[in-house]
């Protein structure tokens, strides 16, 4: 049994802060080979990253959601693509905790565990003595270069004949990796295909998906822990919103280092300060980080305030959960947009930061659940007094 005292709120953003000049260092490098560097996991092990959300029991330091938002703007703040893939690491590896405990006990005996994984049901699952054979591949894999886990979704047949799907959890050892992942933005994830054949998952590693959207876990000794009474949903938002925050402001950064003495093309302005439209543009630009603070924070003491007290979740604390992310995402795009539109013409040279977090932010806004519009919508139709339309609620 672990009791070592675990580092406090400050201590882990203090980490993380002094982790933004390294990841900002790597970041071109993360972005042209599609991978993180390995000094940037090191680093990241060091700081104490992998353990936020993992059991005491275990040596982790089952970190509240505001600790999780805080920690995450700062990797953001340094590189949108690791801000990414922590968070991709946090609610995976949340998903572990709902597992019987014998399974963790095989999980966690790696020391700094990394667990990727999706909501996507892209592949079947036949039942063999003992457990499934799962055939397959999974898309968007957050992370799966470096992780020792995946969390997989596959279908299955119930006693009915009807399919219906299961959650495994697979060794990256027993996958295969299809190097697929050319894309525009977050490149640095390195988010991969990730293929099953024939691979045997025992009956204790899988579990009905719908018992962790109900949050009805296998495990006994996680039942008093804090973070594991939120609904995967609103957890999944308290975890991503953090680097959603910190990329706002990391287009902020580079904006504001390069604002002085830079000249408007074909203009009289010598330094863009003195301009009315830049005036304009930084105004606008931080009421929005600000106001996507705002609705970050709101989803994290949500979050907290309800696990704290055992209160339940009604319809419309989910909703909030949700659109707390929706609306942090819309603020931090217009911030970014209006900075990088700002920057001016040398802003599209790699060279110059807020590109790169430009096509982040807009890389990580296209996923399903993160898009604003499709987020207002399940708020919207809640505070109509209809169904929410998703089961990820």
């Not at 998903?95 to 996507?120: I, K």
């Not at 009905?208 to 495990?219: E, G, Y």
């Not at 999944?236 to 280092?257: E, P």
Request: charged share 20%; proline share 5%.
């Amino acid at each position: 049994m672990v009791t070592l005292q675990p580092p406090t709120h400050d201590e882990l953003v203090d980490r993380a802060t002094k982790l933004v000049p390294l990841l900002r260092d790597h970041a071109q490098w993360t972005d042209e080979n599609r991978r993180l560097h390995e000094e940037t996991i090191e680093a990241l092990a060091a700081a104490g990253v992998f353990k936020m959300r993992i059991p005491a029991r275990y040596g982790g330091y089952e970190c509240d959601t505001r600790t999780v938002v805080d920690v995450a703007a700062e990797l953001g703040r340094g590189d949108g693509a690791v801000g990414w893939i922590a968070s991709v690491w946090w609610i995976p590896g949340w998903m572990v905790g709902m597992f019987p405990d014998a399974v963790q006990d095989e999980v966690y005996t790696t020391e700094n565990v990394r667990v990727c994984g999706t909501l996507s049901p892209t592949a079947m699952a036949a039942k063999a003595p003992g457990g499934y054979v799962v055939n397959g591949q999974w898309g968007f894999i957050s992370g799966a270069l470096h992780s020792h886990w995946q969390v997989a979704i596959a279908v299955t047949p119930n006693a009915s004949g009807e399919m219906e799907p299961i959650v495994a959890l697979i060794p990256m050892a027993d996958l295969g990796i299809v190097d697929d992942w050319n894309t525009t933005g977050l490149r640095g994830s390195g988010s991969v295909t990730t293929v099953a054949e024939d691979v045997f998952v025992p009956a204790e590693r899988t579990l009905p998906l719908m018992a962790l959207l109900t949050n009805q876990s296998a495990s006994v000794l996680n039942a008093d822990i804090d973070m594991y009474r939120a609904p995967l949903a609103a957890l999944a938002s308290a975890c991503s919103v953090g680097n959603v925050l910190g990329m706002a402001r990391a287009a902020w950064d580079c904006f504001q280092d390069r604002m002085p003495g830079r000249k408007i093309t074909y203009t009289d302005y010598t330094d863009q300060r003195e301009a009315t439209m830049t005036h304009l543009q930084v105004a606008e630009a931080k009421v929005a980080i600000d106001e996507a603070a705002f609705h970050a924070y709101r989803v994290a003491d949500l979050v907290d305030a309800k696990v704290a007290d055992h209160s339940e979740w009604s319809t419309e604390d989910r909703a909030l959960a949700r659109i707390a992310m929706g609306a942090t995402c819309k603020r931090a795009l217009e911030a970014v947009d209006t900075l990088y539109v700002g920057s001016g013409g040398s802003a599209i040279f790699s060279s110059v930061p807020i590109q790169r977090t430009w096509r982040d932010l807009h890389a990580l806004t296209q996923h399903a659940l993160n898009t604003p519009h499709i987020l207002y919508e399940i708020y919207g139709r809640v505070l109509c007094g209809l169904a929410p339309n998703t089961q990820f609620f």
